[in-house]
């Protein structure tokens, strides 16, 4: 049952609004008003009107809700990356920048604890403010410091994300800091970085893989099933290693 | 460590080979061989000549361990799809059809529990030896029914994934069995397939989405950084939607 | 040399604009200012300040250029259509409906003679409005006729390209205005229409292709080299056949 | 009428073969078998039994008919190309190198004239012999020579295209070579060659475009209409530019 405070996903044919459940206010689209006193005590999927009310998913959340200071990472790639990093309950995940935190939130649902360093204050601030407000991420350890200022032990991390302009500085303590054969992702917006990081990457990371994902979304009308008229051209490329010793 | 009867993936330039780690057996790629005896207590992520030697990932048990009786979900897909349903340690999920099991194995990562229907005898045998063989999916049910066949109770499951030819005919069973507001997700190869189903989801599912998800790999030679030559063109249309009640 | 009341093409960074050259008009684009009389006079490529001055090609004048009463065709997809109908200097070409007129503009540098056939009053005098503004289409025979109201010599045309909402009707006559083996191409924005078609060549057209055609592009900034954020995801599927009799 | 000797193009079911027309040849797929002896007077798009018999169009000859020496430009890029460089029955048009002179193929189709480069030895033969073995490209000019060599007189072309490894040192003199205002294109497969032409391009040529152009086809059942399982992942990043002066 939806409560007041609540957060809500309100779909009104092919638009979403990402909405606090506030007695007194409503949403207008088009002539049509959604009053949210009429949402209160209503289940999950409830239909008013044209209107489509739902507990927001983690996608939703990030997309639609999370303040961005940073450009944030996708949930298309977010959900790839969670799952190539190769997480579960039992394992320790390093992430460096935290930029806004939406990677953080993707990866505290499959890890057991998330380390995550940022070295610029208003992108700390603004990620832990964006997990707290939709009440996620409680096995995230959010960190304001530069990965090269942090204290690691040898070994400590079962895998590790990175998404700071230039990895390749970090690559040895990087290393030095994950298990044996620990799988590491760098998310690199340009092909300059990725030729980059390619060139620093042997001798300390093998089984290098380089791709991109590109989500392709359709209309849903079903008498005209068609593409969408525009879809997102990039958002970066992903670069997947695990850690080798010689 | 590795010790004998361990899976592992070996890398050799751009090539990769699942295996498992017998004492006499050894792995021959173009006049270089890998003698398993030299990896059995070697460390992951060993590096022994031009080959590396990792623990298998779950994408590389899928794609090159497990026996195809149908299509399987790539991993791709999968990734995606376990996001979308909102899993986490405290959802029950249902699945229908199990087919190659790799679908469930993704599951079964994220979500607390995994119930899976297939009708096929024979798709059903291969989806559990698959994930035995690996050591995968602890908390998964498998059924060898139809799902028509099941006696469901209302409102029992958290989330659910449909892979059938034709899954009109099970949408209000479906819809019995979920909790309010519940996602669903489908996967469609064709076109008509999407169409047929976004004609039969009005009053029973709300804020459809239909999408593919592309990948789209890289070369990794520094100098040259270019595209793979080809790419996977299509696996199947991804439809996701929620459980709604006017 | 640019005289006045020539079209000029405008490069400013990353935008574009098409002007026609009038001696006291000038283009403002962020406090930098182009007097167009400073261009009269100078020749094509001239680069004043940051603006850079081009006769503009095709390409530049049917996306920027037309006038749309209709979904225009893209020329990424008119210049394949141009080349895959087999047009050269002694081919007649057949289209209907004429739309805004694009691929015409297109058609009629290859072909020898385009005949072009729109039903739609307004469209016909838009179509040829835009060709005539631009100096296109010596070659281009218009009708406001509706290609079943055509009174057409059998094997007449040497190729077709039709662009009408449903093709079905017109396969028969279009068939028998067709000369043995000729290639015909359809632009269809829908799935829906596509599987239409599919089902009514058999017996009359043959060697049947389906695709679409998409283009990417690129930032031109040399450090940081990446493709567009956005990007046209969906134009219209192209079926191309050829005439065949048994 | 088919005659003896003719190339022809047989589709049978989605299977593609490019055969010259021998009075004692035959072509066998799965137990079938297409007598040539009966092709031979009839009609283009002839239908004998499941075969399809067709006069090729040039896209089949490039693809199915030419040899390779060299990777071939594919015709959906080779197509737009002609078109972006503005190529008409007027146009003189600069090419090197020739490769395996499918490009050329195309230009000569749109052009007045084309001027096509190669130095090495063997590629400037095959690209001739494809080239006659098709009756081919009336109005291209074969030369072995690297440009470098050749003596060129300042603004003759009216547009060019490059396709060479390393293009920068080629640019002062194609610069020289060209109208003023000419459009440019460089086909270049890694993106290490678009950084660094990109780097070179300023105070030469400007209105820089960078794009890739994909092809995505379809299964042509009508009841089950999917993209085909692989695609061309990539062939070459095309590169646009006009002669700039200041």
């Known amino acids: 049952m939806f409560q007041e405070g609540d957060w809500i996903l309100v779909r009104y044919l092919d638009k979403k609004y990402l909405k606090r459940l506030e007695l007194k206010q409503s949403l207008n689209v088009k002539k049509n008003t959604l009053k949210f006193s009429e949402v209160i005590g209503k289940p999950d999927g409830i239909k008013i009107g044209k209107f489509e009310v739902f507990k927001p998913t983690l996608e939703e959340i990030i997309v639609l809700g999370f303040e961005r200071k940073t450009q944030i990472i996708y949930p298309k790639d977010a959900f790839y990356i969670a799952f190539k990093l190769g997480l579960s309950k039992e394992k320790r995940v390093l992430e460096f920048g935290t930029g806004s935190g939406a990677l953080c939130a993707v990866l505290s649902q499959l890890a057991g604890e998330v380390y ?103 209309k849903t009308v079903p008498e005209r099933f ?4 525009t879809m997102v051209g990039h958002t970066a490329y992903l670069l997947f290693c695990r850690k080798v010793i010689s």
Chains 1, 2, 3, 4 share one sequence.
Do not use: C, M
Request: aromatic residues 14%; without cysteine.
């Open 226 to 229: 068609r593409p969408e008229d």
């Open 116 to 218: 995550t360093y940022e070295a610029v204050e208003r992108f700390y601030n603004t990620a832990r403010k964006n997990l707290e407000r939709f009440n996620l991420g409680k096995n995230v350890k959010f960190h304001n410091l530069d990965f090269s200022e942090v204290e690691v032990e040898k070994g400590f991390f079962d895998a590790a994300f990175v998404d700071v302009r230039e990895p390749t500085p970090y690559l040895r303590k990087l290393h030095t800091s994950l298990k044996e054969g620990a799988p590491v992702g760098f998310l690199l917006p340009t092909s300059n970085q990725v030729v980059e990081l390619l060139k620093n990457t042997e001798g300390l990371f093998g089984n290098v893989e380089v791709l991109e994902i590109l989500t392709r979304y359709y």
